[in-house]
């Protein structure tokens, strides 16, 4: 007993109905990528940052962070410092539970001066949340809150 | 004799067959040996001699006696079940579809002085055709006799001229204004589905164009008038059960449409939310169209029993109808939910940001003291799913305000927008306008807008009582006042300008201000001191202000 035509051409059309669904569906992004702008004063014993701004966007690649804060070339001394700063993004107040994100901004150039650039990541966030962003700076075990910012935002 | 019962009256008085009329005494004659036959002939014989009128086959009456008997077996004894009947109906029809060609037929129930009978209306011939038993025999009748039709008859029958239709006749009319109602509901609801200013503008030229289509197809195919009604009776309960499965599809779309806005955060105005009240004019046009159509043919007892006998003979297509109105419906419900899963022909929020006191600053002021108005700035940046192919050219997204202050929108990118405010000046929502240039599928658009907040849920502020530090002659007062300005809320609070006191030009102030700063000034214009003030987080101040109110202020 072999397939009916009909049968085939119902599956053939099926299949092409869900690839299509599928391929659609990949298109619609479903995660929020937070970009944070920051500004940096970094001393040789003490650190110190703004938040300068804040952009959130709908965003459906996979790139976890990015950051790309480096020494402005016009603040440069030749003085060392360790100071470096974290990054804490929370999210919460939802049902499905709280989201927390931290990140170590730890230049590559050992020096102080002025640093500048972007921190991103993407989070997957659904539901009514407070997005708190905070920065601090850390020195010899010290942790300084120097900077902070917080929105409501709710995805659909 | 245009009715059934005015044929059994006719026969049952004159006892006694004609050409065209014919009884038999039990239906189960459909089913006795040698019956089919038998029965063919008799239809064959009743449809030949019935030339451009009906037959009648008459089961119920004894053909000897030409008394009533009613629905009785052979033997004349047991009452024919209903069931019985049904099949037997069903035998008649495989025989009269055997004949060459169809003989075409009716099959009436008919409850006659507590009788009952079966009455088969037998559309008789036209001129110059005739029909055959399928052994090829063509049989005819003279009087209540039954003759073999030969060469020579057969030829009379070839040879007769073609009758002259009424153009007018019943039927006719009839047809026309079916065909007219069909043509008007069934394009008509299709053209609103598309727009609805469609209908006033084509409604009557395209179904004045598929009239004459239709008149034009059955002027070349020499469809008869009788032919044609009779195939538009047979196909209307089809007709009648594909319009009504417009009305669940109609009442479950709108259904779909009311979740819109909680899948997707906005709002669109459509016509097709009225589809269920013109799914039913359509419905009712057909159902008059019908109505109309078995106007010249039967009575309203004779429709109700041919809608009795009808649905018990086609239950297959009633449970196909039913599958396909649950498809229908589960289809048009679904209809908005996919959409806003896959975005296809309707936007869809994504993100939605709320900035609360965007500058991190509440605002104060007030023409008096005693009269203070706090507000604050809000952004909100709203990010929009753009669809595949945008079905809707502008959605609402609810944005309310309860300030009269001037809103504006700051950013916007693939999309543009306008606020929608209230007769006050209030903003309640944006519309948004899909760019049809964007290629992205993202857009956003933010909007600043104020918010009016009650002043002591920011703000402690107590004014002590005026002390009056001494007159002068010229009826001058020297007044002390001491006022007290704390910081609650979490922001900064830019304070000012605040209205104080009428004044002259000379006036001392002391201050203590914690976490801010305020300045107390003269204003020439009105002799009315202001101040002035930033208060950070936590912060307060307690002024005192010794100043003279002349006495024509």
């Given at each position: 007993m072999g397939i009916s035509r009909t049968v085939l051409a119902v599956v053939a059309i099926l299949l092409v109905l869900a690839t299509s669904i599928a391929y659609q569906h990949e298109q619609i992004p479903t995660l929020v990528e937070v970009a944070v702008k920051l500004r940096l004063w970094r001393g040789t014993g003490y650190g110190s940052g703004s938040l300068e701004d804040i952009t959130l966007r709908l965003a459906r690649d996979t790139r976890a962070t990015f950051d790309n804060v480096t020494l402005v070339p016009t603040q440069e001394y030749n003085y060392t410092s360790n100071v470096h700063w974290r990054l804490l993004i929370v999210a919460n107040e939802s049902a499905s539970g709280n989201v927390e994100w931290e990140y170590e901004v730890l230049p590559s150039a050992g020096k102080v001066?002025?640093?500048?650039?972007?921190?991103?990541?993407?989070?997957?966030?659904?539901?009514?949340?407070?997005?708190?962003?905070?920065?601090?700076s850390i020195h010899d075990g010290s942790i300084l809150n120097v900077s902070s910012f917080s929105e409501r935002i709710h995805t659909y | 004799m245009r009715s059934e019962s005015e044929v059994v009256a006719w026969v049952l008085e004159n006892r006694r067959e004609t050409e065209t009329i014919e009884v038999k005494r039990s239906i189960e004659l459909i089913n006795a040996p040698g019956g089919?036959?038998?029965?063919?002939?008799?239809?064959?014989?009743?449809?030949?001699?019935?030339?451009?009128?009906?037959?009648?086959?008459?089961?119920?009456?004894?053909?000897?006696?030409?008394?009533?008997?009613?629905?009785l077996d052979l033997k004349m004894k047991n009452v024919v079940p209903r069931e019985t009947r049904t099949i037997r109906r069903q035998q008649f029809s495989q025989i009269a579809s055997r004949t060459k060609p169809s003989v075409s037929f009716e099959w009436n129930e008919l409850s006659y002085q507590d009788k009952e009978l079966i009455i088969v209306r037998i559309d008789g011939r036209r001129p110059g055709e005739f029909f055959q038993t399928s052994k090829g025999t063509a049989w005819y009748r003279i009087n209540d006799h039954t003759y073999f039709a030969d060469k020579i008859q057969i030829r009379r029958w070839l040879g007769e001229p073609e009758l002259e239709e009424q153009s007018t006749s019943p039927v006719s009319t009839a047809l026309i204004i079916y065909v007219l109602l069909c043509l008007v509901a069934v394009p008509w609801a299709a053209l609103w589905v598309l727009d609805p200013s469609q209908v006033a503008r084509n409604g009557v030229p395209i179904t004045l164009g598929l009239g004459f289509l239709v008149a034009l197809v059955a002027h070349l195919k020499q469809w008869k008038t009788e032919n044609m009604?009779?195939?538009?009776?047979?196909?209307?309960?089809?007709?009648?059960?594909?319009?009504?499965?417009?009305?669940?599809?109609?009442?479950?779309?709108?259904?779909?449409?009311?979740?819109?806005?909680?899948?997707?955060?906005?709002?669109?105005?459509?016509?097709?939310?009225?589809?269920?009240?013109?799914?039913?004019?359509?419905?009712?046009?057909?159902?008059?169209?019908?109505?109309?159509?078995?106007?010249?043919?039967?009575?309203?007892?004779?429709?109700?029993?041919?809608?009795?006998?009808?649905?018990?003979?086609?239950?297959?297509?009633?449970?196909?109808?039913?599958?396909?109105?649950?498809?229908?419906?589960?289809?048009?419900?679904?209809?908005?939910?996919?959409?806003?899963?896959?975005?296809?022909?309707?936007?869809?929020?994504?993100?939605?940001?709320?900035?609360?006191?965007?500058?991190g600053v509440i605002h104060i002021s007030g023409t008096d003291?005693?009269?203070?108005?706090?507000?604050?700035?809000?952004?909100?940046?709203?990010?929009?799913?753009?669809?595949?192919?945008?079905?809707?050219?502008?959605?609402?997204?609810?944005?309310?305000?309860?300030?009269?202050?001037?809103?504006?929108?700051?950013?916007?990118?693939?999309?543009?927008?306008s606020l929608d405010k209230d007769q006050a000046g209030r903003l309640e929502g944006l519309w948004l306008f899909a760019d049809k240039t964007t290629v992205s599928t993202i857009a956003f658009v933010a909007v600043s807008y104020y918010s009016e907040l009650n002043v002591s849920s920011v703000a402690t502020i107590t004014f002590h009582k005026a002390k009056l530090l001494q007159s002068f002659d010229n009826g001058t007062q020297q007044i002390q006042q001491t006022f007290e300005i704390s910081n609650i809320s979490p922001y900064s609070l830019h304070i000012g300008p605040i209205y104080l006191f009428q004044s002259t030009s000379q006036f001392e102030v002391t201050k203590n201000v914690t976490s801010g700063y305020a300045d107390i000034s003269y204003m020439q214009e009105g002799h009315w001191l202001y101040l002035n003030s930033d208060l950070e987080r936590y912060g307060g101040m307690v002024v005192t202000v010794t100043y003279n109110r002349p006495a024509e202020l």
């Open positions: 001066g002025v640093y500048a650039g972007v921190v991103s990541t993407l989070l997957d966030l659904k539901g009514t949340y407070t997005v708190w962003v905070v920065l601090y | 089919p036959d038998k029965i063919e002939e008799t239809i064959v014989a009743i449809a030949n001699s019935a030339l451009g009128q009906n037959g009648w086959l008459i089961f119920g009456i004894d053909n000897d006696s030409f008394e009533l008997v009613g629905m009604a009779e195939w538009c009776r047979e196909k209307f309960p089809i007709l009648l059960l594909a319009t009504a499965s417009i009305v669940p599809g109609a009442v479950m779309l709108q259904l779909s449409l009311l979740l819109y806005p909680a899948l997707s955060g906005l709002y669109f105005e459509t016509h097709l939310r009225d589809a269920p009240l013109v799914s039913l004019y359509a419905l009712l046009g057909i159902i008059a169209g019908g109505f109309v159509l078995n106007l010249p043919r039967m009575s309203l007892t004779q429709a109700r029993q041919n809608i009795a006998s009808w649905i018990p003979d086609h239950t297959r297509l009633l449970k196909r109808a039913a599958s396909a109105y649950f498809l229908v419906a589960l289809a048009t419900t679904s209809i908005i939910p996919f959409d806003n899963f896959l975005v296809l022909g309707t936007p869809r929020i994504g993100l939605v940001e709320s900035r609360y006191v965007s500058d003291y005693s009269k203070l108005e706090a507000y604050a700035v809000n952004q909100q940046t709203v990010h929009v799913l753009l669809p595949l192919v945008p079905l809707v050219s502008r959605v609402w997204y609810p944005l309310a305000s309860n300030s009269t202050r001037e809103c504006k929108v700051i950013r916007m990118s693939g999309i543009s927008a």
